[in-house]
C-alpha cells in the first residue's frame, strides 16, 4: 500500500508562484507513475499534470501548459508541481495519486492511490 501526503498549498495573489509536494510512502516509488489532478468546488475532479516512473515522459493539461512544472525525485520518494503565473481559476483542492500503469495517464480510473489534497487559492 501507498500513502500519499500533499503540502505546499496556500492563498495567493493572481501572478504569483507555488510549488506542491507529494511525499509517498513504501520503496516502489520509483515503480509509479504519478500524476497531478485538481477539484474546483462544484466541478469533477481533473487531470492536470503526469510523469512516468523515470520522469522520461510528461504530460499536463492544456489549461495548464507553460505554467505548471511537474517533476519527480525518486530518491526522496516525492514529486512536485511547481505552479507559476497563478490565475484564480486554478482555486481548487490539488490531489497527488499513484498508478501501476506503463505510461502517464489523464484518466483517474486508472490512478490507485490517493492523497488527502491540499488547498490552493488564487485571489485575483
Known amino acids: 500500500q501507498v500513502q500519499l501526503v500533499e503540502s505546499g498549498g496556500g492563498l495567493v495573489q493572481a501572478g504569483g508562484s507555488l510549488r506542491l509536494s507529494c511525499a509517498a510512502s513504501?520503496?516502489?516509488?520509483?515503480?509509479?507513475?504519478m500524476g497531478w489532478f485538481r477539484q474546483a468546488p462544484g466541478k469533477e475532479r481533473e487531470f492536470v499534470a503526469g510523469i512516468s516512473a523515470n520522469g522520461g515522459n510528461i504530460n499536463y493539461a492544456d489549461s495548464v501548459k507553460g505554467r505548471f512544472t511537474i517533476s519527480r525525485d525518486n530518491a526522496k520518494n516525492t514529486v512536485y508541481l511547481q505552479m507559476n503565473s497563478l490565475k484564480p481559476e486554478d482555486t481548487a483542492v490539488y490531489y497527488c495519486?499513484?498508478?501501476?500503469?506503463?505510461?502517464?495517464?489523464?484518466?483517474?480510473?486508472?490512478?490507485?492511490?490517493w492523497g488527502q489534497g491540499t488547498q490552493v487559492t488564487v485571489s485575483s
Open positions: 513504501g520503496r516502489t516509488f520509483s515503480r509509479y507513475v
Open positions: 495519486a499513484s498508478a501501476t500503469v506503463a505510461f502517464t495517464t489523464a484518466q483517474a480510473m486508472r490512478y490507485n492511490y
